[in-house]
């Protein structure tokens, strides 16, 4: 088989390294891309961004020399919304489509109004601690961990203001088909997930897991089974397509 890019995109706060585990655990013929954003990872040195859409052109103008058709994009959280947006610019640049999009773990971008308007302002080190306290995905040790918490917090407090000040468009929607994941304890309701159909043309489909926020690693291999299974009918239709 035809081998596919998976680009992935980091949630609030991380490196997309947190990715790096899921090369072993995936097909050979999915090639896994992590997309790391500035200021953290291999990128620490460069400057953070506030504005989604600026980033998503930033990424898309940076990815597009090395990428290849067909692709997909993954994105959890704050990298759901920062997918899209890739989505979009890609477009914009003359790049084909995804064969997918893959959203977890966030709310729809027009489902949003009261999702994390609260977060457009900059939070002080104890609103961004408790934050992370309530998404339970941080141990206590780390939080302790002053200068741990010293270069994890500037990223954190810019990616929320990612998110905070993030404003749907009205522009074309998209034709690739759109795959949601989301977590049965997690902020986001069906409704707000379900939202994300409104963003293409093309097919949708949801899958629930137990679990909160972090749903992604806590079940990591069924998250994994369900991009695999999805990426190989849109791979397989998309090579049908090539050939016709």
């Not at 995109?9 to 090639?31: D, N, Q, T």
Request: proline share 6%; glycine share 8%.
């Amino acid at each position: 088989m035809t081998p596919l890019t998976l680009l992935c995109l980091p949630y609030s706060g991380a490196s997309a390294m947190v990715y790096s585990r899921w090369r072993r655990k995936l097909p050979e013929w999915i090639k896994l891309q992590p997309v790391d954003l500035p200021g953290r990872g291999a990128r620490y040195g460069e400057p953070l961004h506030t504005d989604m859409r600026r980033l998503a052109l930033q990424l898309a103008h940076e990815q597009k020399a090395m990428l290849r058709a067909p692709y997909a994009v993954f994105g959890h959280s704050l990298g759901a919304l920062l997918a899209c947006e890739m989505a979009h610019a890609f477009r914009s640049l003359g790049v084909p489509e995804p064969v997918a999009l893959f959203a977890s773990g966030t709310a729809a971008p027009t489902m949003r109004l009261d999702y994390d308007r609260g977060f457009a302002d900059p939070k002080t080190d104890a609103e961004l601690i408790e934050q992370l306290r309530i998404l339970n995905g941080t141990s206590e040790e780390v939080l302790a961990n002053e200068e741990l918490m010293s270069l994890t917090l500037p990223i954190l407090r810019a990616d929320f203001q990612l998110c905070g000040r993030f404003e749907p468009v009205q522009r074309p929607l998209l034709k690739c088909p759109v795959h949601v994941l989301g977590g049965k304890a997690d902020r986001a309701t069906s409704e707000q997930l379900i939202g994300w159909s409104q963003e293409t043309h093309g097919s949708f489909s949801v899958d629930m897991f137990a679990g909160g926020h972090f749903f992604i690693h806590e079940h990591e291999a069924r998250v994994l089974r369900v991009i695999k299974d999805q990426l190989e009918v849109h791979h397989r239709r998309h090579a049908m397509v090539a050939v016709g």
